[in-house]
């Protein structure tokens, strides 16, 4: 079956560190990857995607490489802010699967001034 | 152009009541769905809408019902509150791009 696997957060970093989150999956056929960032007290938006194998998909200083190989989505940021404090979410879909997206558990990150 | 809407933001409600979670959508997307989400257990789909008349279950719909009379509308109905439905639910929307827009939430607690 399809399924998205995180860290388990949470996660806590000091301003301007390094930041990976790792995301694994299982799929069937070839899926399209994503990240979804959670404000505190927000609904969720996209963060970015990869559709393809070797796609990455980058956005607000965020980075992730679509590695077939591997499969992993992992997210990296070269330098995290107070602002990025949030929970992050991995997901997948599979063409024909009713557009359904499979979901992480999401990873809380902290980042401390 | 607001995206996806949800009312109300929080509801208090007493077991075996019955409530209507409104949700609404500007983009003219077919998909849309509901989630729940608790803590330590990510997002759980509960039904969702391919189109127009069109609803199907998710992962967990005990206890919920839906329709969809417009492409704009998704309405969640819970119709014998129980403790167990505390949680904040979400709507969204999908586009052509499987990207997802959501909704604020709706946070609920069931007495």
């Known amino acids: 079956g399809n399924s998205v696997t995180q860290m388990e957060g949470p996660v806590t970093l000091s301003e301007e560190a390094f930041l990976t989150i790792n995301c694994t999956y299982t799929?069937?056929?070839?899926?399209?990857l994503f990240w979804y960032v959670q404000y505190p007290g927000e609904g969720l938006q996209l963060l970015l995607k990869?559709?393809?194998a070797d796609d990455k998909g980058s956005n607000k200083g965020f980075e992730a490489t679509y590695r077939k190989e591997t499969t992993s989505f992992h997210l990296e940021k070269g330098s995290v802010q107070v602002s990025d404090s949030a929970v992050y979410f991995c997901a997948l879909s599979v063409a024909g699967n009713n557009r359904k997206l499979i979901w992480g558990l999401g990873t809380s990150l902290a980042v401390n001034p | 152009n607001a995206g996806v809407t949800q009312t109300p933001k929080f509801q208090v409600l007493k077991t075996g009541q019955s409530m209507t979670l409104q949700c609404a959508q500007d983009m003219n997307h077919e998909y849309m769905s509901w989630y729940r989400q608790d803590p330590g257990m990510g997002l759980r789909l509960i039904h969702y809408s391919v189109g127009a008349g069109i609803t199907d279950q998710g992962e967990v719909p005990n206890g919920y019902n839906v329709s969809r009379s417009t492409t704009e509308d998704f309405p969640l109905r819970l119709l014998s509150a129980a403790p167990s439905q505390t949680s904040v639910y979400f709507c969204a929307s999908q586009g052509a791009n499987y990207g997802y827009t959501f909704g604020s939430g709706t946070r609920l607690t069931v007495v």
């Open positions: 799929a069937t056929g070839y899926p399209s």
């Open positions: 990869a559709t393809k």
